[in-house]
């Protein structure tokens, strides 16, 4: 798995952990508020707004039914019936303290396409409302009847005593907040990845060798030093591989098939080594490569098929295929090396190599 695939599995994982998180902040709190909050029960009482029988002649109803048609008579009963001056006299009438009935909510609504009347009572006891829904609505009834003679209004359904509150409800009200709180997470997770790609990738830019597309030679001083102070004890080896077969041809190929020599090669070595190690441009002719946590035995063998697999030339077109013949110096971790002891023995040994047989030196 390439680093960038690596990359990319941490944040899709670390990304779906922020948006747990949130949906599981919402959850809890959603159950804390229900939990902690009042029941509150809910009374409601049905009534039907329509012309009243006496009228004499059926042009008086045909108008008072188009009058009826414009909602106004409908939504003026139902402003009556949650009036402050019914609400008062009804307590009042029931002898009802209220300063008991402080969480007590009224409010009345006109069913969609309808001359049907709902008065809604709510408050935390279920017995209350329904008495006050049933006497609020005649109270109603009657103020509405000693001032308008055109229509009349009636109880289509009585309020019946609640079993069960309508606030709160755990189960569902856990569902929505959880619903939303999911949806609030996948908005932070998609902010915090539209906001870090593009950062990142100029940072992927800043460490990027342009031509080769391998990393920096800084980029790769920098996660060495970091290696070397990590874990003091931990194998760790440092190489260089020099294009030595490019030394006489270098200064006088065109950029674009330099490009290419540099690309396979750094393809090359991709593809043979594990996804966490490290391949840099180390200067003109050369590539470094770190393996951390590496022995000496598995990084030789490493180095050996990495050499292997350069021996081949590099086709570049029109049947040109151009050697690369390379030599790889290879440093060992020693307990007391520091960063400038690792790379000055891999760059010695690179040296060494060009007069060795196997075309690698290992300094342990």
């Known amino acids: 798995m390439t680093t960038a695939r690596i990359l990319t599995v941490k944040r899709v994982q670390s990304g779906w952990r922020i948006a747990a998180i949130i949906t599981a902040v919402f959850w809890l709190a959603s159950l804390a508020w229900s939990l902690t909050t009042t029941p509150l029960y809910r009374a ?41 001056r019914v609400y008062q006299e009804t307590v009042k009438r029931l002898k009802l303290d209220p300063a008991e009935l402080s969480q007590v909510n009224v409010h009345s609504e006109v069913q969609a396409n309808t001359n049907i009347l709902v008065l809604h009572v709510e408050g935390p006891d279920p017995k209350v409302v329904t008495l006050l829904a049933n006497n609020i609505g005649q109270n109603g009834i009657s103020y509405i009847k000693s001032i308008y003679q055109v229509f009349d209004i009636a109880y289509l359904d009585l309020a019946v005593e609640p079993k069960e509150p309508f606030q709160p409800r755990p189960l569902l009200d856990g569902l929505i907040a959880a619903g939303i709180g999911l949806l609030v997470g996948l908005v932070a997770v998609i902010a915090r990845e539209l906001i870090r790609s593009p950062l990142e990738t100029m940072r992927e830019r800043s460490i990027t060798d342009k031509q080769s597309l391998a990393y920096t030679r800084k980029h790769a001083l920098h996660t060495l030093g970091e290696d070397l102070l990590k874990s003091p004890e931990e194998p760790l080896a440092f190489g260089v591989i020099q294009l030595y077969g490019l030394e006489e041809l270098a200064e006088g190929l065109p950029e674009g098939i330099a490009a290419t020599i540099y690309r396979t090669v750094v393809d090359k070595l991709h593809a043979m080594l594990r996804g966490d190690d490290l391949v840099a441009r180390w200067d003109r002719l050369s590539f470094s490569v770190l393996l951390s946590s590496t022995p000496e035995a598995p990084a030789r063998k490493t180095f050996e098929r990495l050499l292997h697999t350069l021996k081949a030339p590099v086709e570049v077109g029109s049947g040109v295929a151009i050697p690369l013949d390379p ?14 002891s690792v790379t000055g023995r891999a760059c010695e040994a690179v040296k060494a190599a060009r007069t060795d047989p196997a075309r690698l030196v290992v300094s342990l």
């Open 44 to 84: 409601s009482t049905k009534f039907l707004v329509y012309p009243n029988a006496n009228l004499t002649s059926s042009r008086d109803v045909v108008s008072s039914l188009d009058t009826l048609d414009k909602r106004t008579i409908s939504s003026t009963y139902a402003d009556i019936l949650d009036s402050n």
């Open 327 to 340: 030599v790889a110096g290879l440093a060992m971790r020693r307990p007391d090396d520091s960063l400038e």
